[in-house]
């Protein structure tokens, strides 16, 4: 099982600020990386998948690089609705396999 | 509109088997597009795959599950269905049905989630 590990685990941000994300898997995933957001009581929401692409509706100041091992979401300015918890998850070995979570909270 | 909502016990005793259902509305299990799966999450905790499967395909459960659970669907009632055996307290987490596209593994649609809880 490939294990996701993210950092950090928990991420103090000013509204406005800028944000960056870690996630590190314990084997190459290739493309195969997805990010979501979740906010307390609902399920988690797809943010970006194949590393990069942002899925529908979601805004621009959302933006996942890297590849293989070494992976980034990035929230350019953040907005009061992205105090969250965010997950990354592999795809490319089954089975597919989440991080731990980094919480983004208000600073 | 596309819509998946888990029902079932929320309370389930130990050693006993856990048995959700997924209700689907807008949309059939039968599309061949998309898989359907079941994802939990432990309290305060991340999340977890169970398992997942094509309408005519195969169903993938996850190795650290594989022994205690299955997976089922009912094409009359467009519903699918979890069952999980031997529970311990464990296995207390917050079951998603979920839906995403057959050409990737990623979840695109969620139901609410239950919570089940093991305890005597």
């Known amino acids: 099982e490939i294990v996701m590990t993210q950092s950090p685990v928990t991420l103090s941000v000013s509204p406005g600020e800028r944000a960056t994300l870690s996630c590190r898997a314990s084997q190459s995933v290739s493309s195969s990386l997805a990010w979501y957001q979740q906010t307390p009581g609902q399920a988690p929401r797809l943010l970006i998948y194949?590393?990069?692409t942002r899925a529908t509706d979601i805004p621009a100041r959302f933006s996942g690089s890297g590849s293989g091992t070494e992976f980034t979401l990035t929230i350019s300015s953040l907005q009061s609705e992205d105090f969250a918890v965010y997950y990354c998850q592999q795809y490319n070995n089954w089975p597919w396999t989440f991080g731990q979570g980094t919480k983004v909270d208000i600073k | 509109q596309v819509q998946l909502q888990e029902s079932g016990p929320g309370l389930v005793k130990p050693s006993q088997t856990l048995s959700l259902t997924c209700t689907v509305s807008?949309?059939?299990?039968?599309?061949?597009?998309?898989?359907w799966s079941w994802i939990r999450q432990h309290p305060g905790k991340g999340l977890e795959w169970i398992g997942y499967?094509?309408?005519?395909?195969?169903?993938y459960y996850n190795p650290s599950l594989k022994s205690r659970v299955s997976m089922s669907v009912d094409t009359s009632k467009n519903q699918f269905s979890l069952k999980l055996s031997s529970v311990t307290a464990a296995d207390t987490a917050v079951y998603y049905c979920?839906?995403?596209?057959?050409?990737?593994?990623?979840?695109?649609?969620w139901g609410q989630g239950t919570l089940v809880t093991v305890s005597s």
């Open positions: 499967f094509y309408y005519g395909g195969s169903t």
């Open positions: 979920a839906r995403g596209p057959k050409s990737r593994g990623v979840t695109l649609l």
């Open positions: 807008g949309s059939s299990v039968l599309s061949g597009g998309y898989y």
């Open positions: 194949d590393a990069f």
